[in-house]
């Protein structure tokens, strides 16, 4: 039994010292000191040893338990150790493998050509606004004094929020006249950019989302002069000095008298071509008067104030800035258009 007892202590330490990781070590464990292991059967037969030997096999067998058990501790923490250095060498950052470089971007071309209208603006004493997208019917249209049957109001032309149509997406940018008349003390001297929206169809020239730059002037003694001087200045500052203009008479029902502003084609010096169409001119914008009646519906009288008011469309003028000809090029977001500028 003595020699049993030796046989099995040696292999077991064997096992324990060639066990590769912690499930063979657990292995090990219960082929030698579990229930039916080889060591605990063997101490099951101290049974039939005679009283002399008991002792002295059992302190030998507790001895041999007590050097397993402790052989099985320090290998255990051997492949503890030793699977937390694989893991952090597994694991480990080389820091001087070079980075993937951060792509950056810049501002959107239409905004270049706002911050650069805004710098003009500023220069010339304007305030820049900022006015709700969601608007109501009043504003966009009564208090401009927009007739009940203007076709502008039609539900196949303007986006309506509700059943009565009186909130609505603004379909211009001309409401914010009203609000700043209404909110600012006189004199005023305002642009107010932002989003805009009409239910057209997609095209080259067209999107149900657009943007436009209005533009307010209330003081004593405006005239058409100051709309013409000011305009003519603001242009000649984005599409150059020699840019030659006119003002053709037209039809806004806010402004009294109403008028467009052409620049003559850049492209083909108002000949004609097709970048303009055959005109020989470009329309940049719509301006006019402030009508008297738009006036009084924000309580300033039109008999001691006067003032003249603007609105362009903010993608048309980056378009002819940076020479581009489809519109949906400025919403696609392409980054290969858009890395151009
Ligand atoms: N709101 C007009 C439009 O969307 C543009 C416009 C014309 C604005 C004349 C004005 C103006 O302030 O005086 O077509």
């Known amino acids: 039994m003595k020699e049993q007892l030796a046989t099995i202590r040696a292999q077991a330490l064997e096992a324990v010292a060639s066990a590769e990781d912690s499930a063979q070590l657990d292995s090990v464990r219960v082929q030698y000191l579990g229930k039916k292991g080889e060591l605990t059967a063997l101490l099951k037969q101290m049974g039939k040893l005679s009283p002399q030997e008991r002792p002295v096999m059992g302190q030998l067998a507790n001895a041999a338990r ?4 402790e052989a099985l501790e320090q290998r255990s923490r051997e492949l503890d150790a030793q699977a937390l250095e694989k893991r952090l060498k597994d694991e480990a950052l080389d820091v001087t493998i070079p980075g993937k470089p951060v792509r950056i971007g810049h501002k959107h071309p239409m905004y270049m050509v706002l911050d650069e209208i805004k710098d003009i603006f500023l220069n010339m004493g304007f305030e820049v606004l900022d006015g709700p997208e ?10 401009l004094n927009t007739p009940d049957d203007h076709p502008a109001r039609e539900w196949s032309d303007t986006f309506y929020l509700d ?6 997406l603004r379909t211009q940018t001309s409401p914010m006249q009203i609000r700043a008349m209404e909110t600012l003390s006189l004199p005023i001297r305002v642009i107010v950019p932002g989003r805009v929206y009409r239910k057209d169809e997609v ?47 037209h039809h806004f029902p806010f402004t009294e008298p109403s008028c467009e502003m052409d620049i003559q084609c850049h492209k083909c010096g ?21 009508h008297p009646k738009v006036l009084r519906n924000c309580n300033v ?19 002819g800035r940076f020479k581009i000809s489809d ?15």
Request: charged share 25%.
């Open 270 to 290: 108002g000949v004609g071509c097709p970048t303009c169409k055959g005109e020989g001119w470009i329309e940049v914008l719509g301006a006019g008067m402030v």
């Open 163 to 168: 059943e009565d149509s009186r909130t609505l």
């Open 203 to 249: 095209d080259a020239t067209h999107s149900p989302m657009f943007h436009q730059i209005e533009g307010l002037v209330v003081d004593k003694g405006i005239t058409m002069a100051d709309l013409k001087g000011t305009l003519n200045a603001v242009i000649k500052k984005i599409y150059g000095p020699n840019t030659v203009t006119r003002f053709r008479p």
């Open 134 to 143: 969601v608007e109501l019917s009043d504003y966009n249209f009564t208090k």
């Open 301 to 319: 009288d039109p008999d001691v104030y006067s003032g003249f008011a603007f609105g362009m469309g903010l993608e048309r003028l980056a378009l």
């Open 66 to 69: 007590a050097d397993l058990e």
């Open 327 to 341: 519109l949906r090029l400025i919403f696609e977001n392409d980054i290969r258009f858009l890395e151009q500028f």
